[in-house]
């Protein structure tokens, strides 16, 4: 159907529409109060930003779903960003899933852990984090002032004698019965107030404590409690007072760069500024500053453990007073958005927009240096190898087995220097049979350039593949099939780092310090990660499907589920008798076989 026809049949109710190109991917979200009115302003309108016009040339179809608010509409249309990550939305740059702290509220003796993913699993979870240096920093320190256990659940039921942290008074030693179930939970519940940023309350009591054992000369305890006191007094001295009432805040402020912008949250927690992270936006061209508050707002808040009760901005954001109530619905409590006009509130969000330049600024001169040494790798591996033009786009291939078994190969690519990890593949190899790295080179290469893969990836500008004279030979023999020998293509060969190529008979030898050299061994280096650990993941499921084999009433189909769920040897053997029934595939009577051929 013609879209503007199908545009004409839209509802005109509140929802949320999908645009998607020719292959049906999805490549922008947006919600409307009017779905008609909002769809039909994209097709018969002409002044758009530069970024909508390019969209629209994309647009093949789009589908839509009919919400019952506004609300309902913003609520829907992050969870669909958040899921597709959609080309050309507002985005955070380089977006992954940003790192929390999870406190597992739902064992019996809870764990302080690192995800990057929320579950409704009755944990708590504090975060996102931009910075993961800082926040391994951070965990490196709580384990000192706080020490939980960090065993598994496995290890934790099975554990006969006190561990290495218990020793050295990292852990509290629960396992052993060391610590009584209720003083553990006290130490949890001054955990939980220390990452909420009420380190003074924490300290006042590690106070007390001390105190208390020094007067009943329990000296090593207080020694030990002293050490804590110190450690929440650093963290205490980083912190400034801002004194905004006392109540728990957010304070966001937006920095604009040519591309990209920077958003500085200021995390306020009882009258202090506990932290602060730097967010960066990318793709920002054609958008208004209040349209790029907005939706760094809606994309970070709902990731967010927590939302406070007050968000202050630097600037307007557009749709405030609907962020406002959607926050609120989602937090369950009230929370208000708004740009403060004086006062103390207005300093500080004057203080976060002077810091998200100063972040913007620094991270912008970073970014000029590193397309600086790239732009000089990919030149200089020009020159040096004679190349027709710049090698934008590489391709580099390895090989792993073991004589032979499990035999798998690597491609991996670079596009401008960097890693396009959307378009690594691997191969399991399905020709040869026996140790013969130069067969199971021609074999890879031919898949790669022949076939569906041939017409769904561009060609490289250059070749390189892990290995001396005889991998390239066996590579180049089949581009030359193919009548691909027009693309440049080199062997590297590890130990003493030279480079074959077929016009010539001595290999090429750069420097070791050349930016050449090191952007091909990054490329042969990754090469051999990727193949290796795909070699590793399938020898694995090697060992753990000859265990299977052993256990009576475990066929293909329960074998599946088995090395589906669990991957390795050594995580089916961590698991429990009631992980095993977990399982749909597996009865009492089969689980318990497996559980004692595997436990003895």
Known sequence: MDLEKKVELLPEQPGVYLMKDHRDNIIYVGKAVNLKNRVRSYFRGQDHPAKVKAMLEHVQDFEYIVTSSEIEALSLECNFIKTHQPRYNILLRDDKQYPYLKLTLNEEYPRLLVTRR????????????????????????LKKIFPLRTCS????????????NFHIKRCLGPCQKAVSSAKYQELVQELILFLEGRQDVILKRLQERMEIAAQELRFEDAAQLRDQATAVERVLAKQTVVSLGGEDQDVVALARGVAEACVQVFQVRDGKLTGRESFFLKDTEGYERAQLVSAFLKEYYSRAAVVPPCIILAEEAQEQELLSRYFSECSGHKVTVYVPKRGAKKALANLAAENAVLALREAEELWAQRVARTEGALAALQLALDLPRLPQRIEGFDISNIQGQEAVASMVVFVEGKPLKSEYRRFRIRTVFQANDFAMMKEVVKRRYSGTLRDKLPLPDLILIDGGKGQLSAARSVLAGLGLSMIPTFGLAEKEEELYTEEQADPIRLPRDSVALQLLQQVRDEAHRFALNYHRTLHRRSALRSELDEVPGIGPRRRQALIKHFGSLKKLREASLEELLAIPELNRPVAEALYHHLHG
Do not use: S
Not at 153 to 164: N, T
């Open 118 to 141: 929320i579950k409704n699993d009755g944990a708590r979870y504090f975060g996102p984090y931009a910075d993961v240096g800082a926040l391994n920093e951070t965990l490196q320190l």
């Open 153 to 164: 659940p496995h290890d934790f039921a099975r554990r006969e004698r006190p561990c290495l």
